[in-house]
């Protein structure tokens, strides 16, 4: 959501920002609506004003016996009380109106975020380690079957496709993955683990900036309950409609948790594999800052997901999307790129954006200096750290060996009980 006076008062700069994500300008039609629910609000304020003076009008021409002046007033009086509601539902027409066209429109991208229609915009930043070369390397769906450990077809049978069935230790690799993610978090970045609902309702969705505009890409309970697409969802939602002490800021969240996605724009696309599912595990990582602290907190997030790869051994490249691939909610954005030697490219597994306070403008979410009334918008960041499925992806194909078994990262052989070596148990 956006500062209703920012746009009063820059609108070419609103326009322009529009414009910079692919958007046709909407300042003007937004300012004349808020122009006509400025007018209804001056209205009601003199129908008001002449109400209550006439009220105490009334009373006085009854105290001189005045009847005549007495039922004037009193018709008076009665026809504003039919004025007033007539008046405050074109108020909220007007209002609602503008609010439906804000709450549909993404928001505006930082100035030095590259300008583009999509990905082929974006731009590498750095990169981390060398790409493995490995000779007839298999993607990780292949050494998962292969292994007897990834299973598509059982999955397909109990829930259709994009699922599937881990077993035997590639789904405690999967945990002992997701583990190690929490540890770092907690343990060395500061981040307090929470275990938040995986069913929200509209408000929390609308909050974050899922909804209204992005429904179809959601699963809805036949309760009215929505499953997250992201623990963003929940995690950002903590801090919905409160002011918080400056003091306590910023805030960081993590969480590990399944996320449940239509993926109604993928057809076509991953149809194999582990890469697009509608069920996948990912630990999440959220930040509640003041706006001074952002852009810091968004390169420190983005340094705690690269982090985890680099403990892993796994390369990657570190992209900066352009105003065409950013999310809805975001400012700007950074994607890492884990190297898959599978695929023989690198893919996404985690984007970490900064949304300044488009978030909190839409879940009333402030902060307050000690000893001060005035209160402002906090700014929120999301985190992937990192999606662990993907992650899974990205071991099986980096330490694959030549005999079809999985070598266990070093780090993660403590969480698999000292297991070094993953092998089908065909």
């Known amino acids: 959501m956006f500062d209703m006076k920012f746009i009063r008062d ?36 003199e129908l008001q004003a002449r109400r209550n003076a006439a009220s105490k009008e009334i009373g006085q021409a009854k105290a001189k016996g005045d009847e005549d002046r007495f039922n004037a007033l009193r018709a008076e009086v009665d026809q504003i009380k039919q004025q007033i509601p007539a008046a405050e539902a074109e108020k909220e027409k007007k209002l609602a109106a ?10 505006l991208p930082d100035m ?12 590498e930043i ?9 000779n007839n390397a298999v993607e990780h769906f292949d050494l998962g079957e292969k292994l007897g450990q990834m299973d598509f077809e059982t999955a397909v049978k109990m829930s259709g496709s994009r699922f599937v069935l881990l077993k035997g230790q590639l789904a405690r690799l999967e945990r002992a993955l997701a583990n190690f993610m929490l540890d ?55 801090v919905r409609e409160e002011i918080l002490d400056a003091e306590a800021l910023p ?17 076509g696309r991953d149809t194999r594999g582990m890469i697009r599912l509608h069920q996948f595990s990912k630990v999440e990582l959220v930040s509640i800052t003041a ?27 570190t992209m900066i999307l352009s105003t065409g691939d950013m999310g809805f909610s975001a400012r700007r954005t950074y994607d890492i790129e884990v190297w898959l030697p599978g695929q023989g490219r690198y893919r996404e597994i985690s984007s970490c954006s900064n949304c300044g306070d488009f978030q909190a403008r839409r879940m009333n979410t402030r902060f307050r200096a000690a000893g001060e009334k005035q209160t402002n918008f906090v700014n929120t960041l999301n985190g992937s750290g990192l999606a662990v499925g993907r992650t899974l992806v990205a071991v099986l194909e980096n330490y694959q060996q030549p005999d079809g078994s999985i070598a266990v990262p070093d780090v ?15």
């Open 184 to 238: 770092l978090h907690t343990n060395e970045f500061e981040y307090t683990e929470c275990a938040p609902p995986l069913l929200v309702r509209d408000e929390a969705l609308y909050g974050t900036g899922q909804l209204p505009k992005f429904a179809e890409d959601l699963f809805k309970t036949e309760q009215e309950h929505w499953l997250i697409p992201t623990a963003e969802v929940s995690l950002t939602n903590i």
């Open 98 to 107: 503008i609010d439906e066209i804000l709450s549909g429109l993404p928001n």
């Open 291 to 317: 706006p001074d602290q952002s852009n810091a907190e968004h390169e420190r997030m983005t340094e705690c997901a690269e982090t985890l790869l680099q403990r892993l051994e796994l390369p990657y490249r």
């Open 112 to 123: 030095d975020v590259p300008e583009g229609a999509d990905e082929t915009a974006n731009e």
């Open 412 to 426: 993660l052989q403590p969480y698999m009980g000292g297991v070094t070596k993953i092998e089908s148990v065909n």
């Open 10 to 45: 820059e609108p070419d700069a609103f326009d322009a920002g529009l414009a910079r994500r692919g958007l046709g300008p909407r300042a003007g039609e937004i300012l004349g609506l808020d122009e006509e629910a400025r007018k209804f609000t001056h209205a009601l304020n």
């Open 251 to 267: 805030m960081r969240f993590t969480a590990w948790t399944p996320c449940f996605r239509s993926e109604a724009g993928a057809a």
């Open 126 to 134: 750095r990169r981390w380690g060398e790409p493995a070369r490995l």
